[in-house]
């Protein structure tokens, strides 16, 4: 598999740009020939050979083969107000932060932002209070650890929750694709529970537990992402939330709920599943790369639970996540952390008035392929059956159409319409989804939606006549 | 265990400051008491509790009780000539380079440093460059992998060669612990091989080789630091490098090569195994941590060997590496990968070029410490037996004392005598070394290194009066 694995899928992640086709099509000059050391791909851990890596990487190849190709696949954060001035900026915000509100010498301050530096990291009282300004959870600083972006947060939490080969982890399908990853390099087994429409199905969760543990499995934890999720674009509604509270305390599970896009979500966003979190069931992971900056690498996990030794002593679930990051990744560019920190300070703590223009934009953009979709397919009893459901906001919608939309349709649609989407069918691990579309709003503009609605809707009518 | 496991003893983290004494002092009121959910550590993943990360965490407290011991333990990088304005600049003239040898648009380079990007880095051709002007190494930037620092790097490859329980890694003993932490994150047992005062005894490693797969085990690769290496000082001669080159062949065993510290080795440094390498047995692992900037977290792994796969397909390790990554940290942080690009760009891409400020204090640090212990233990055999290896450069010296050296006398010398130091039993994994100290010097000054020295002495006279 070659870099950016997943990634023409994965909002978290770059698309393939041109420069990486030389990564892709590495070639015989490139590796070398005669009496050197091969290893075989058989004897490297099994990750490495998983079907799903190769399918995923399939996608990649298809965004480089087709540049010109109107992406609703590429999942990234809209780059219209990325600014170089802006994020010196931050940079230096954070730094005045640290020498007015924390008093720090000058020679402190410079310990904190260019050496190694605290394993949880060092906006981690800034986070804390960005989750109680925006969400109304109120944590201990010391509850939070600082990460590599959320995907090292899924780590890190998977990590520590697998034991052994009894210990799987359940998640709500279809599942965000660097889950499963995580999982894989771990070991653990991710059990898929049906989401349906509504965006959780109680009665397969209830059903997959009891399997799970009927074979000797122990489930672990749920993950889930409760808003605007990736991929459907489906949030749960607060009756969800609160049953999902109450399913985890019967059943004794942790719930992973992974919550990138909530800033984005619209209009009359929920409470998030953390701030009901009553009786610390809930481990929350998020991504300041939607909502800050992409290139800083930086998310975080809440992890409040409290964990007992044999001697009776107790810790943060937190603290044992940094004794992982410590053998992992040591500590969170602080640097980097730094632009983070600048962009909380600067908008008072509160990421939605930090994106008041991106809102705007991705708000628009889900508009306008709404309006796009009903104005190409009016109910018509006569016409092709296609539907689609209506996100309050984030960066994903799901499109359902009455034939096979795999990846053999992906390389038809790019070659032949200049229209690339994701087969759904990828975010639930090859076993279903194959008539279901994620379509991508973040990086597309007014023009660029009106024309690769138009391809897409005649690859649509193409299909459905031939069905 | 708490934050910045293992870092008080280690170079490659932070020490750990008065700010996180609450971190290791969690007290009731930050965990809460009632009706929630307890996690039970032996329900978490075995490395958690694992005895070393105890007495790593140790190492910590001591060093938060007892600030105002000097300090022989601290290895991070000297911090003298931390600047603000030249990180920023750094940066900028990345971006400079990218507009003006990459050829770059504005919109091309902003979404090269700010936008998600490439699994592999940004910087793989500007490393590849310095690898050829200052070590000599030629292999394809696609051969690179950049990642959050050289313990991400280790990670990746331990991670990529652990298949099953037969797999174990060897490692020259005294060892780095961020080496035994990775290998405990994924399972893989490591397996000491004697280095003694030479840095490799290569009739143990034969011995270790041949019982391990006596015992059903295989050996996929042995770890060492071959330039001045943590923890004890010590460089491999020339012929132990191509002797090691030779049994890796023979043996087929991967050689994982860590050379963070090869900068600052100081007059008629060797050639680095990479260099010497034309049988692809060598996986280099670097760190711009000592050399750039420890808060930038960017770190690399060579992997040029060539892996194939059952239909005979081939593809390089540093691909595989990178599908490891995407699901671990998507990609290292271009913001922070930028810092060390400009700073190759305005040197030439020469690290010693890079460094001629930070050499010379190492390398009078090293000079006053080596010169201060003759003065304090001269040759007396009437005077306490201690010795101690003269490195040519980097950052630790091995002392040895006529009695046992452990965390409690650890404890006994930062109390009643203010010096702290790091007992290397840990770094025998709690087996062996009793009676030798770690000196660390990168953060000392000459008046410290007096004082502190003085300190150590009458610790040193007291303990050899009481046997």
Not at 328 to 350: D, I
Not at 376 to 398: E, Y
């Amino acid at each position: 598999m070659t870099d950016s694995a997943a990634r023409a899928i994965d909002v978290r992640a770059a698309d393939v740009r041109a420069a990486e086709v030389h990564a892709t099509g590495v070639c015989a000059t490139d590796i070398g020939v005669g009496d050197v050391h091969d290893v075989r791909l058989s004897q490297l851990h099994g990750s490495l050979a998983d079907p799903a890596m190769a399918s995923m990487n399939f996608l990649n190849e298809v965004a480089i083969r087709f540049p010109n190709a109107i992406s609703f696949a590429a999942g990234r954060p809209s780059e219209e107000f990325l600014d170089f001035a802006e994020v010196h900026r931050y940079v230096d915000v954070f730094i005045d932060h640290l020498r007015r509100e924390r008093g720090m010498t000058e020679a402190e301050a410079k310990r904190t932002v260019l050496q190694y530096g605290r394993t949880k990291g060092i906006i981690h009282e800034l986070v804390a209070r960005h989750l109680e300004v925006d969400e109304g959870i109120s944590v201990s600083s010391e509850s939070l650890v600082i990460t590599v972006g959320c995907q090292e947060a899924m780590f890190l939490v998977l990590r520590a929750l697998r034991t052994g080969p009894q210990d799987i982890v359940l998640a709500i399908s279809p599942t965000y694709v660097g889950l499963t990853g995580a999982a894989r390099l771990v070991d653990l087994p991710v059990r898929p529970v049906r989401g349906g429409e509504r965006g959780i199905d109680f009665d397969d969760l209830g059903a997959q537990i009891a399997e799970a543990r009927a074979a000797g499995l122990r489930p672990r934890a749920l993950y889930l992402v409760p808003d605007v999720a990736n991929p459907t674009g489906i949030s749960l509604d607060l009756e969800a939330r609160r049953e999902l509270l109450r399913v985890a305390e019967a059943e004794d599970l942790l719930l992973l709920e992974d919550n990138a896009y909530g800033v984005f979500a619209g209009e009359g966003r929920l409470p998030s599943l953390k701030s009901l979190d009553t009786g610390r069931r809930v481990v929350r992971l998020g991504s300041f790369a939607k909502t800050v900056l992409p290139g800083a690498r930086v998310g975080y996990a809440v992890a409040d639970q409290r964990v007992v030794d044999e001697s009776g002593g107790t810790s943060l679930l937190a603290d044992h996540l940094s004794t992982i990051k410590s053998m992992l990744t040591v500590n969170t560019s602080p640097w980097a952390q730094a632009v983070v920190g600048g962009a909380l300070v600067e908008h008072g703590y509160s990421l939605p008035a930090a994106n008041r223009r991106e809102i705007d934009v991705y708000q628009r953009n889900l508009r306008l392929i709404l309006e796009g979709l009903a104005r190409r397919f009016p109910s018509d009893p006569a016409g092709p059956v296609i539907s689609w459901n209506t996100p309050t906001g984030g960066f994903f919608l799901t499109l359902t159409v009455p034939f096979r939309a795999d990846d053999e349709l992906l390389e038809y649609s790019a070659k032949e319409h200049g229209v690339l989407w994701t087969p759904m069918s990828h975010f639930y691990g090859g076993d279903g989804g194959y008539e279901q579309i994620r379509l991508s709003l973040s990086q597309l503009t007014p023009d660029t939606i009106d024309v690769g609605l138009d391809r897409l809707a005649s690859l649509v009518r193409e299909c459905a006549a031939a069905r």
